[in-house]
């Protein structure tokens, strides 16, 4: 079945490190993604892993994913206060161009 | 082109009435998803369509809701007979169709009230 899992609240300091958690549960996934929502604005993609990867790297964003644990994560280095929204987890499953399956979001507060 | 289009912004309706939201895809995209977004909520998705043709509508929340894309261009997303449980956001998005990866992109929204 499909589901998504994320907690819902991170609070961190400027300049630390974030790192947002998220449990999927369908082992068919392809793609694995993350959204970002700030207030008022609509959804943009951050980045995605396939799901034959283990780690992708896109300058402060590292996305890591354990497909065994169907575990995916994603780390902001040198969090900045322009980094406060929600962040939604999304699968897709078999084909890349299945409806995206998002969590509830994590949303994140940097403290300056 | 600058991006997915959707139109209203915001509407605020009685209960009972029909209401019917617009999406504009970007130009060269064939498919078009809508989805719902409740507060404290992921998107849920209710349909999609590749070019005129919908693939899917079982996720539509009830046959109060329907959704058609006459010309494989824009598309129209409309609730009859509106509760309040209908509030929320309705988003929409587009993409290529393509082999592996095709990146969804989402519009602004439509942000539904009914009172």
């Known amino acids: 079945g499909e589901d998504v899992e994320q907690s819902l609240f991170l609070s961190v300091r400027e300049g630390d490190s974030s790192v947002i958690n998220c449990t999927y549960t369908d082992s068919s996934s392809t793609y694995l993604y993350w959204y970002k929502q700030e207030p008022g604005a609509g959804l943009q993609l951050l980045t995605y892993?396939?799901?034959?990867?283990d780690m992708k790297q896109d300058q402060r964003l590292t996305v890591l994913l354990n497909k065994k644990d169907k575990h995916l994560s994603l780390r902001i280095a040198d969090t900045q206060t322009g980094d406060s929204a929600i962040y939604f987890c999304?699968?897709?499953?078999?084909?890349?161009?299945?409806?995206?399956?998002f969590g509830k979001g994590t949303r994140l507060s940097v403290i300056a | 082109d600058t991006g997915v289009s959707q139109d209203p912004r915001h509407k605020i309706t009685k209960r009972g009435q029909n209401v019917t939201f617009r999406c504009d895809p970007i130009s060269e995209h064939n498919r078009l998803y809508w989805y719902r977004q409740t507060l404290g909520q992921g998107p849920e998705f209710l349909t999609y369509?590749?070019?005129?043709?919908?693939?899917?509508k079982s996720r539509l929340l009830s046959d109060r809701f329907s959704a058609e894309r006459p010309k494989g261009s824009f598309s129209t997303l409309e609730i009859q007979r509106t509760e309040q449980g209908d509030s929320a956001m309705y988003l929409c998005a587009s993409s290529l169709r393509g082999g592996g990866h095709n990146e969804q992109f989402f519009g602004p929204g439509t942000r539904l009230t009914v009172l």
């Open positions: 999304a699968e897709v499953l078999s084909s890349g161009n299945t409806p995206l399956v």
């Open positions: 892993i396939f799901s034959n990867m």
């Open positions: 369509f590749q070019n005129e043709a919908q693939l899917e």
